[in-house]
């Protein structure tokens, strides 16, 4: 179930990269700094994600709280397309309209108000496995190398998947509740399905 | 900008006019084209390179500057037939600055301000094309798109606004869209029109007339066969064959073009040819490459 978790995230993660880029472009253009900027914050991001996942996965390692981190990361992908239109053109007026090149530190912004926060929960959900899926300490570097794998296989496809048909078959609108979708059920039914009593370590109990 | 020249396999290039050789002047990849200069006789053409395919984006005759070398040149003067009285046009897509410096020519009392994504096509266009900036001839650095919004920030208005943007066969999505269209609509004045040169052998076409048809209110199509100069008007527009030929024939005592811009009437085509109903593109979902790949029949 660890293995369908990490795969589902590092799928949402690249997914979304792809479509940050084109929410982007008919504000900034389709310059590379656009892809800069969302490869730029997405990568910021997953940085602080590791990090905080790292440290919570520690104080409490429970599949629920993990569950939790991703239903709330799959909840904003759910809402933004009611408000990235709204942020892109705050951002537009208040650093491009009046300044020629504006469009480059435009966009880095506008990439960061919408995908640091969704995007930071989602790299948490990395270290979060590996914590619950070592039970033992010699093979603790196996099981991480193992999770990275399928997370990156993950991704790999949703960029591929994405960028090749997605686009072109759905709204980008359509692609980001599709995707918030898929997050929200995997993490239910991770936690449903995880073995509760299995021999991870004791968290604060009661 | 238009359109396929291969280069083929044995290394020569189909060319241009009756000049016999012709030769590189420049070639180089700058950071959105792979662009080459080809010069041949007194007539110089832009390329883009994309997929070893090479796109004619724009042409000059240094010995007759006012020479309209490419076919859909002329058919982009359309517009003036809608707005006679011209003050202020954009152009979105420089290439050689032909069509903006031209225009800039007939109509000297207007302002021709155009955008351009690539600096070095900008300093392509003034050192082999002929194009110098002035007072009434500017060229603004950046993305089209971007540019059109900040224009509707401003509240700038264009008479004639004039689309014309590739990237070597490559068609900027974001340049195509309902959305991009509503900005364009916002920007021009009173009795102002927007010229776009869409390529009309491929399905795209059909997704841009469509799109097209749900901003703008009276459309009017020229030429055709792989150039399509459609003219489109916010408000209702009811001009018939004669009455354009009426305007044309006033145009040309006026402004005195090079080329007869009743030719132009000749090659305006009233018909509907693409299905009215089916999909519009908008910036959420626009896969106008993907279309632009496929021909129509």
């Known amino acids: 179930m660890l293995v369908v978790l990490v795969f589902v995230c590092g799928w949402a993660i690249l997914s979304l990269e792809i479509l940050g880029g084109r929410i982007l472009t008919p504000f900034f253009g389709s310059d590379v700094y656009v892809w800069g900027s969302v490869i730029g914050v997405f990568l910021m991001s997953l940085a602080i994600g590791y990090f905080l996942g790292g440290k919570l996965s520690k104080r409490f390692p429970k599949p629920g709280y993990l569950s939790a981190v991703i239903l709330v990361a799959a909840a904003i992908v759910a809402v933004l397309p009611l408000f990235h239109e709204k942020v892109n053109n705050v951002v537009f007026d208040v650093m491009v309209a009046e300044s020629v090149g504006g469009e480059r530190w435009g966009s880095l912004v506008a990439a960061s108000v919408l995908f640091l926060v969704p995007m930071t929960l989602l790299g948490m959900v990395s270290p979060y496995a590996v914590q619950l899926a070592a039970t033992e300490l010699v093979s603790v570097g196996e099981k991480a190398g193992t999770l990275y794998a399928i997370s990156t296989v993950g991704s790999f496809l949703g960029c591929v998947m994405t960028s090749f048909y997605f686009i072109l078959w759905w709204h980008t609108d359509t692609i980001l509740l599709r995707t918030a979708g898929l997050l929200a059920v995997v993490a239910l039914l991770f936690v449903a399905l995880y073995p509760r009593t299995s021999s991870q370590k004791k968290g604060q109990e009661g | ?297």
């Not at chain 2, 007539?43 to 984006?57: A, K």
């Not at chain 2, 590739?166 to 927007?194: D, M, Q, S």
């Not at chain 2, 003219?231 to 005195?256: I, M």
């Open chain 2, 1 to 297: 900008m238009k359109k396929i020249t291969i280069i083929l396999a044995l290394g020569f290039v189909v060319g241009v006019g009756n000049q016999a050789c012709s030769k590189t002047l420049y070639e180089r990849q700058s950071l959105y084209h792979y662009i080459r200069v080809e010069g041949s006789g007194t007539v110089r053409t832009l390329h883009f390179r994309r997929r070893g395919t090479e796109y004619d984006e724009s042409m000059v005759d240094i010995a007759q500057p006012l020479w309209l070398g490419m076919r859909y040149y002329r058919l982009m003067f359309a517009g003036s037939l809608f707005v006679p009285e011209p003050k202020r046009v954009l152009m979105v897509g420089l290439g050689g600055g032909t069509l903006s410096r031209v225009t800039a020519h007939y109509f000297p009392e207007a302002v021709v301000d155009s955008v351009e994504l690539d600096p070095e096509v900008v300093k392509i266009a003034e050192k082999y094309f002929l194009f110098r900036q002035g007072k009434n001839l500017k060229v603004f650095v950046r993305d089209g798109r971007v540019h059109v919004k900040s224009l509707v920030r401003r509240k700038a208005k264009y008479d004639i606004i004039l689309l014309d943007a590739f990237r070597g066969g490559y068609i900027p999505y974001h340049l195509t869209t309902k959305e991009f269209l509503e900005e364009c609509r916002k920007i021009l004045a009173p009795g102002g029109v927007v010229v776009a040169n869409l390529w009309d052998d491929v399905r795209l076409y059909e997704y841009q007339r469509r799109t097209f048809a749900r901003v703008f209110k009276s459309h009017y199509a020229f030429g055709g066969g792989g150039n399509k100069i459609l003219v489109a008007t916010p408000r209702k527009v009811n001009l018939s064959k004669g009455e354009l030929y009426e305007r044309a024939k006033k145009l040309q005592k006026r402004r005195r073009f090079s080329f007869e811009m009743k030719s132009v009437v000749d090659e305006y085509d009233p018909e509907i040819d693409y299905p009215l109903r089916g999909e519009i593109l908008v910036d959420g979902h626009a896969p106008a490459n993907i279309l632009r790949s496929q021909p129509l029949k």
